[in-house]
């Protein structure tokens, strides 16, 4: 079976090769490109629901919550 695959692959003229090469190039580069964007979604997904879960705190008084506002701005505390 080698030397059959080895005789057709040297009996092959170059521009089909580079065809063949071509084409597995570009399913490569596109089999990579959707496996980045998949990770890309998911992770931004991950974030999404972050954002949204409030942070639980053991806050005693008013004060106290303003203050870790303060110090931490942009993430919603209940």
């Known amino acids: 079976m080698e030397d059959f ?7 092959m003229d170059s521009v089909t ?5 071509l084409i597995v190039g570009i399913l490569g580069i596109l ?3 959707t ?3 998949v990770v890309v979604i ?3 997904k991950k974030m999404e ?3 949204n879960k409030p942070v639980e705190t053991n806050v005693q008084s008013q ?3 303003e203050e870790l506002k303060s110090q931490i701005p942009g993430i919603p505390l209940y």
């Open 5 to 11: 695959l080895q005789g057709k692959i040297e009996n």
């Open 17 to 21: 090769l580079a065809k063949i090469l």
């Open 31 to 33: 089999a990579i490109g």
């Open 35 to 37: 496996l980045i964007t």
């Open 42 to 44: 998911d992770s931004n």
């Open 49 to 51: 629901e972050l954002k």
């Open 63 to 65: 004060k106290d919550l």
